[in-house]
């Protein structure tokens, strides 16, 4: 077998060419294997979790419990952030990832084996932990792995691995739930995920990061290492979320519900949103990396404020369509955001940081799904004008608060 120096003397343009790819879209290995983890992951659970306020229905759910549900969701979201970066400072990447993947295999299964709707708030305190405790870790490898100049870029490359599943996924678990019915096509989806989050760890045994001393700092000694403009970001966040979080969990309602949009097509919107926001990152990202992150953050929050109004503000299955581009707007500034956060944290407390953040934004925010579903009672467009408001005042707060040369 060819060495790697006889390759290199043997096709010099072709591993020019594949350096330059590699260089240009912050291709680290340890990166790479992380984002494939989320991409393999989040390819299995992408076939149900768009699906689940249905699948809720079919188990005896109503919107009250729904909205309870996303706020379950926010909370575990809240809660797991900081311990899952806690284990990724103390344990390690790789071993922490192996622990995430563990527990989420829990929830799956309480998932797949939930007679009626309380079993799948079960079912969610365990699936989260992929989702929640691991995002610290994932932020780390790259902040780790990449110099400040090219992490925008990873965080484009890792955004894209984990939304290319949510452009086929969702067409696949529609196209499934169309055929076999809402109850039995998620359980289908949740045997696949089984499956691949046992390839998934095998993967995540070839990240290679070496384990720091881990400071000793508690949770208020982290909180106290947050660089101001890093604490404004959040206030905005927050904002941002609240909107998100009042209204999103409802969008398959409406559309289905209200507009008699079929599941099958939904997924084909979902797949619209995402695909848009595959094909912004890249360009978006390596500007980023050049001019500054504000105006590609204000654009991302600007996004969002404007979905839920789009949605509530169609007509059919075509008016839809401008509203879930928009929807796929929102990522435009996501690995912008991202990167900020990891600029931002000390070295030694990167993970915890991270984790930190995102603890006090989705603690905050938890009451947003479950105020959605009571003003969905006064009427279905209430929640999403309401989330709407809310989203302009984040975009307003972080424009005025957060200065261009700490957004850089």
């Known amino acids: 077998m060819a060495t790697r120096e006889e390759e290199q003397a043997t096709f010099p343009g072709a591993v020019s060419r594949g350096r330059r790819v590699a260089n240009y879209l912050g291709l680290e290995r340890n990166v790479a294997v992380s984002s494939a983890a989320v991409f393999l992951l989040g390819f299995g659970e ?13 188990l005896g759910a109503g919107a009250g419990i729904v909205g309870l549900y996303g706020t379950a969701e926010d909370f575990f979201d809240a809660v797991y952030q ?29 998932y797949l084996l939930s007679p009626s709707w309380p079993w799948a708030f079960v079912g969610l305190a365990f699936a ?29 490359l890792q955004s894209m691995l984990k939304r290319v599943p949510m452009v086929v996924s969702p067409l696949v ?4 739930i169309a ?31 070496p384990v720091k001393a881990a400071d000793a700092e508690n949770i208020r000694g982290v909180w106290r290492s947050f660089h101001h403009a890093l604490k404004r970001l959040l206030v905005s966040d927050i904002f941002i979320r609240t909107c998100e979080g009042m209204a999103d969990i409802f969008v398959i309602l409406y559309a289905t ?44 929050f600007l996004c969002f404020s404007l979905y839920p109004v789009a949605v509530v503000m169609s ?11 928009i929807g796929g707007l929102r990522e435009i500034g996501e690995p912008s955001r991202k990167a900020m956060i990891v600029d931002f944290a000390r070295e030694d407390l990167r993970a915890r940081t991270v984790g930190l953040y995102y603890l006090v934004r989705s603690i905050t925010i938890t009451p947003s799904a479950a105020i959605g579903g009571l003003l969905w009672k006064l009427s279905p467009e209430v929640p999403f004008v309401v989330a709407g408001v809310i989203g302009l005042v984040g975009t307003i707060v972080f424009a005025a608060t957060v200065e261009e040369r700490y957004a850089s």
């Open 257 to 300: 519900n209200v507009l008699g949009v079929s599941v099958a097509r939904y997924g084909v919107l979902v797949a619209i949103q995402i695909t848009t926001s595959i094909l912004v990152y890249i360009p978006a990202g390596r500007i980023a990396d050049r001019v500054g992150r504000k105006p590609f953050v204000i654009a991302t």
């Open 173 to 176: 678990g529609g196209a499934l």
């Open 46 to 58: 992408e076939l149900w979790r768009k699906f689940l306020p249905k699948y809720l229905e079919a």
């Open 128 to 156: 989260m932990a992929w989702h929640s405790m691991a995002s610290p870790a994932v932020f780390a490898v790259i902040g780790d792995a990449l110099p400040k100049r090219k992490r925008a870029m990873g965080f484009t």
């Open 82 to 110: 900081y311990p899952g970066g806690w284990l990724a400072d103390r344990a390690g990447r790789r071993r922490a990832f192996l622990v995430f993947i563990a527990v989420a295999c829990v929830g799956y299964t309480a």
């Open 315 to 325: 007509s059919g299955f075509a008016s839809l369509v401008v509203a879930f581009v």
């Open 179 to 209: 055929s076999v019915g809402v109850t039995r096509g998620v359980r289908v989806g949740l045997i696949v995920t089984l499956v691949l989050a046992a390839l998934t760890a095998l993967l995540v045994l070839a990240i290679n990061i």
